[in-house]
C-alpha cells in the first residue's frame, strides 16, 4: 500500500493525462500536494479540479528549454519527489522549438534539463518513466536526432527511453558520489491504454494503437510501477516494471533492464553529449570521500 504522503510536494511532468494523471491521483489520495507541470494550462487545470487533495498547475513544455528554464528559475522552494513522465510515441514528424528529434528531445533532453535545474532543490527521489519497448533501443550518439540516417519512428522513440534509462543509471551514480541521499529510479508502466500513441500520423501507428488497446491495463494499472518507484523503500537506480511475464501487466516489482541500459561508459557518454546539448550540468560537487 502506498504510504501516506502528507507534508510531501511532488512535481509530475505530462500529468494531465494518462499515466500521468492517474499517478497524481493516487499521490494526491495520499495526502501529497501534487504539481502537475504540463503544457496545456487549461486540460493541466481540468484535470486539477478532479483530483481528491491538494493539486496545483504549473505550465512546463519539454519541447522548449526555455521554458524548462523558465518552469525551474520559478520554483523557490523544495521538491520531495520529481516524477518525469510526459512523453511522445510516434508523433508527425518534426522538431521540437531547440532542432531536436521530437522523441530524443522531449523525452530525455527535457527531462534532462528540467532534473539538473531542479536538482538542489530536490530532496527525495527522481523517477523517469521508461518503457519495456527500451529493449530494442540502441543509442546513436552521433546522429541522435536521424539526421543523417533513414528515420524511423518507433526505433526513436526505443532510443529514448534507453536513454531514460541510461540517464537514471548516471544520474545516481553522481548522486552518490556527491554524497547525496536523493535516489534516482526509473519505471516502465507496461501496456497501458493511454492516449500516448493518439497523436501519431500513420496508418501503421492508428493500427498499432487499435491492436495493443484490447490488451492493454487501464491507466491506474500504468501507474502502478510510478508509484511504487516514487514511494516504495528501494535502492538507487531501481527499475520497477510489472510482475507479468511479459511485463506487460501485473503488481510491480524490480526488474533488470536490458544490457545496453546497464553500460556505465554508455552513460556517462550521454550525459557528457545531453549536457552539451540543453547547457545544464549537474549541480552538486562531488564529495571528497566517495570515489568518482
Known sequence: ???????????????????????????????ARVVLAVRDLGRGRAAAADLPGRAEVRRLDLADLSSVRAFAA????????????AGVMMPPPGL??????????INHLGHFALTNLLLPRITGRVVTVSAGGHQAGTLDLDDPHWRSRPYRPFSAYAQSK?????????LQRRLTASGSA???TAANPGLAATNLLSHGGSRA?????????????????????????ATADLPGNSYI???GVTQSRGRPR???????????????????????????????????????
Not at 510536494?9 to 495520499?30: D, F, K, M, P, Y
Not at 531547440?98 to 522523441?103: I, K
Not at 534507453?162 to 548516471?170: G, M, P, Q, R
Not at 544490457?259 to 560537487?285: G, V
Open 205 to 229: 501507428v492508428r493500427w498499432t494503437n487499435a491492436l495493443l488497446r484490447p490488451l492493454s491495463q487501464s491507466d491506474a494499472g500504468g501507474a502502478r510501477t510510478t508509484v511504487h518507484a
Open 254 to 292: 524490480v526488474t533488470t533492464p536490458s544490457k545496453a541500459a546497464r553500460d556505465p561508459e554508455r552513460a556517462r557518454q550521454l550525459w557528457i553529449l545531453s549536457e552539451n546539448m540543453t547547457a545544464t550540468t549537474f549541480p552538486l560537487p562531488r564529495s571528497p570521500h566517495l570515489a568518482a
Open 182 to 184: 536523493v535516489l534516482a
Open 96 to 105: 521540437t522549438v531547440d532542432g531536436f528529434e521530437p522523441h530524443f528531445g
Open 241 to 243: 516494471s510489472p510482475r
Open 74 to 85: 520559478a520554483w523557490t522552494e523544495p521538491v520531495d519527489v520529481l516524477i518525469n513522465n
Open 1 to 31: 500500500m502506498t504510504p501516506s504522503l502528507a507534508g510531501r510536494t511532488v512535481v509530475i511532468t505530462g500529468a494531465n493525462s494518462g499515466i500521468g494523471r492517474a499517478t497524481a491521483r493516487t499521490l494526491a489520495a495520499r495526502g
Open 162 to 170: 534507453l536513454a531514460n534509462l541510461l540517464f537514471t543509471a548516471e
